[in-house]
């Protein structure tokens, strides 16, 4: 039997989970859960990311506490990052990557083809461009990175979660020396894969994990087949099928399709979808339950937006922003229907784009994270694509970062499609048929 610990901050909580790991059998135990989002400070959005990491070591704490535990992998959203200075010491708190500083930036020509990725104006190169903190930067740490220097005093960058940046060649897997060649020498740490060793923290061997939690989620979708697709919905609807290398094509760049590294060197090729942001930032304003809105969305009309519309990116009034788009006042109820049903139908878009533009075809969605919760989703999900939906694991995430650190370990064997088997057979799952 092996214990590891997962650390994984998502954008609106965290948590700390042991999984318990035999050959044929994983089991997760929730040990510490946290909130998290942005926090305003004067004019900019930051994380509270020495909050997250108190909590992380809470955690840590309360994960061996009855036993020991054999390694710890940590996990985050992507794309955000701290800057150390030369002694190591953290420049200020990282930037939110809702915040506006990267509002009206315009990608260079070419970038495309060079590192295969979406363009989103939050991505790691453009937020460099608009840091004022980067001349007296020694150092650059992605988040999963930063917590994990600061548990064992090693610096690395963990490649899916690298790729995310937009400064990796897609082609050689490396940091592309002309999109870098503008950066402080030395910024960017040498990369390291999920499976390598990535120090100690109090003895307890560090183990590089998918650090980008959508990487660590696409482990453990518990598919049977290779025709599947992908949501990996949560604050985001990570939306997509898993390839063996990229696609480059004009139009894939056209469709705002990114490549991004997976696990074991596969490509998560997928579109961002703005997700249950909607929903959150609804509920944030309204100081309401989700749970009672759901069921009374079940029975309401609602109307259709464009969910990724860059109009709902930043934090604010989200339910004044949805109803002006759809041109109507709206009850709470249909504000909520309407999100899901235009969630609903982008994700079957998406789906559909990346079987078009990949060739790969799909007979299965797979809808994991904590939108896998939202019942009413994935029937609409379903009935939107004219596809099967196979729901759960909520926690798809901390499960895959689970895993790829008991395979390090040597508890489990086997390929992506090994471990997911196990997934499928360990983990409560709930099937929708389209109507
Ligand atoms: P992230 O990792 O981006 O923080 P999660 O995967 O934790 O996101 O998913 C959070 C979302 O899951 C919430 O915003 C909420 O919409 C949805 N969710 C969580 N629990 C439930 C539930 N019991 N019923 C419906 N939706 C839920
Ligand atoms: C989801 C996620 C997503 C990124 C976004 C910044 O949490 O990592 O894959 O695009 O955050």
């Known amino acids: 039997m092996t214990v590891v610990a997962a650390v994984d901050l998502g954008a609106s909580s965290g948590r700390v989970v042991r999984g318990i790991v035999t050959a044929d059998e994983v089991r997760m135990e929730e040990v510490h859960r946290f909130p998290n989002g942005p926090v305003r400070r004067g004019d900019a959005l930051h994380w509270d990311v020495s909050g997250l990491y108190r909590e992380v070591l809470t955690g840590l704490r309360l994960a ?6 054999d390694s710890i992998g940590i996990d985050s959203w992507a794309v955000d990052y701290g800057l150390l200075d030369a002694r190591g010491e953290l420049l200020g708190e990282p930037v939110h990557y809702r915040d506006s500083r990267t509002d009206g930036i315009v990608p260079p020509e070419g970038l495309y083809e060079i590192n295969g990725l979406q363009f989103q104006p939050f991505n790691t190169m453009f937020q460099l ?22 548990l064992t005093g090693e610096r690395g960058a963990e490649y899916t979660n690298a790729t995310t940046t937009g400064l990796i060649d897609v082609r050689s897997g490396r940091w592309s020396d002309g999109l870098t060649r503008h950066l402080p020498p030395g910024l960017l740490p040498a990369l390291r894969h999920p499976g390598d060793p990535a120090g100690t923290h109090r003895g307890i061997p560090v183990t590089a994990v998918g650090s980008h939690d959508t990487a660590s989620a696409v482990v453990a979708v518990p598919a049977e087949t290779e025709r599947f697709a992908y949501i990996s919905c949560g604050t985001w609807s990570l939306v997509g099928v898993e390839l063996t290398g990229p696609v480059l094509t004009p139009e894939s760049k056209a469709a705002n399709f990114t490549n991004e590294g997976g696990v074991d060197g596969t490509v998560r090729y997928l579109r961002n979808v703005m997700g249950l942001w909607l929903l959150q930032e609804c509920l944030r304003v309204w100081g309401a339950e989700l749970e009672p809105l759901l069921r009374e969305a079940a ?18 009034d989200m339910p004044s922003r949805i109803e002006r788009w759809c041109g109507k006042s709206m009850t709470r109820a249909e504000v909520v229907r309407s999100v899901l049903d235009s969630l609903a139908l982008a994700h079957r878009d998406a789906i559909a784009d990346a079987q078009r533009l990949s060739g790969k075809e799909v007979e299965v969605v797979h809808i994991v994270g904590g939108g896998s919760r939202n019942e009413l989703l994935c029937q609409l999900t379903a009935d939107a694509c004219g596809l099967p939906v196979v729901a759960g694991p909520a926690e798809a995430t901390a499960l895959g970062n689970v895993l790829v650190q008991a395979r390090a370990a040597g508890a489990v064997r086997g390929t992506l499609a090994d471990l997911r088997k196990l997934v499928g057979r360990t983990q409560p799952l709930r099937r929708y048929q389209p109507r």
């Open 129 to 150: 461009m608009a840091e004022p903190l980067l001349p007296q930067a020694a150092h650059l740490l992605l988040i999963p990175d930063l917590i994990s220097y600061w």
């Open 64 to 69: 061996s506490r009855s036993h020991g535990i």
């Open 299 to 316: 029975t309401a009309t609602g109307a259709v937006f464009d969910p990724n519309d860059p109009v709902f990116l930043p934090p604010g």
